[in-house]
């Protein structure tokens, strides 16, 4: 069955969905976009989501074409017309069109274009790649440099993902530096002698909503943390090793360019902090609210 979808202030069928070929998303990647789960029918971390939103809109200079209300009416119509259960809401905005191309975008009184379109996932618990882990390839991270905002310039991570299937892996961890920045959509954490070592929030990383909030999970499991850059070195002797996204939430890293993490399997701690992350999420989810 073909989903709803939404495009500028319009509900339709996805197949009659359409943008204009000048608009600057399209052109330029001129734009941003957010991705809010959907667990057991109810929106996750929504809050959050939109203050990176507003965040990322607003170091771009593109106006916020709805209140955090509004967006909320729309993702929660979206799900309950497409009948998700589990997944996602993806919402994208982009500067809009100025009706041709150009650099430059004067003057700046365009509306900007909002999609928004729904996709159906498995329970996170039933995810193959958490419940057996994932492997990855270490790859230099030559993404532009303000990674911090969600913009849809996704090119490169995408190449970069593309790369680690090739060489029979599952997805990428970006080195710049010599220090481990992030993966292609997911932040990335080792745990060494009960200590959680995760780069700390900066223009170089995504400030991840699922990171933020496995963090205070971690808390309360009694992990120490320890917010600092880490190498590939550091994270191959690492005890565990795994990944923060949303929807997903925490999936465990079990090799690293073709070398072991521990014993070569999902850690015990990361499956811990998986499964008190979707208690936590799940205790507190309802339409709208936020851990």
């Known amino acids: 069955m073909a989903r709803t979808v939404y495009v500028n202030s319009a509900y339709v069928d996805e197949g009659d969905a359409g943008v204009s070929v000048f608009d600057r998303g399209f052109l330029m990647a001129d734009g941003v976009y957010e ?35 509004s967006w909320l009416e ?8 497409n009948a998700v259960e589990n997944g996602l ?19 700046n009184d365009v509306s900007p274009t909002v999609v928004l379109f729904t996709q159906r996932k498995r329970h996170p618990s039933q995810m193959l790649h958490v419940q057996s882990g994932i492997r990855v390839i270490s790859m230099p991270d030559l993404r532009w440099g303000r990674r911090d905002l969600k913009t849809i310039q996704l090119l490169y991570p995408s190449m970069a993902k593309m790369e680690a299937i090739k ?26 002698d009960k200590c ?35 190498t590939i070195a550091e994270a191959i002797a690492a005890d565990e090793a795994f990944y ?21 399997a999902p850690g015990a701690v990361t499956m811990k902090l998986h499964q008190a992350y979707l208690d936590l999420v799940s205790d507190t989810a309802s339409a709208g609210q936020s851990t």
């Open 196 to 230: 959680l070592i995760t780069r700390p929030r900066s223009e170089r990383i995504l400030h991840g909503v699922a990171r933020q909030t496995l963090l205070n999970v971690a808390e309360d499991c009694g992990l120490t943390i320890d917010e600092r850059p880490f």
């Open 244 to 264: 923060t996204s949303s929807f997903v939430y925490v999936v465990p890293v079990i090799e690293i360019d073709s070398v072991p993490i521990g014993s070569g």
């Open 35 to 69: 991705v809010t789960g959907v667990l057991n029918g109810k929106l996750i971390e929504f809050p959050a989501h939109m203050a990176r939103l507003t965040r990322s809109l607003n170091a771009l200079d593109i106006k916020n074409p709805h209140t955090t209300d």
């Open 74 to 81: 729309i993702h929660e119509e979206l799900v309950r017309i």
């Open 89 to 107: 809401v993806y919402l994208q905005v982009t500067r809009g069109s100025f009706g041709d191309r150009d650099f430059a975008y004067l003057p």
């Open 167 to 192: 060489r029979g892996a599952d997805d990428a961890w970006l080195v710049e530096d010599g220090f481990v920045t992030e993966g292609t959509a997911s932040n990335a954490f080792i745990l060494k």
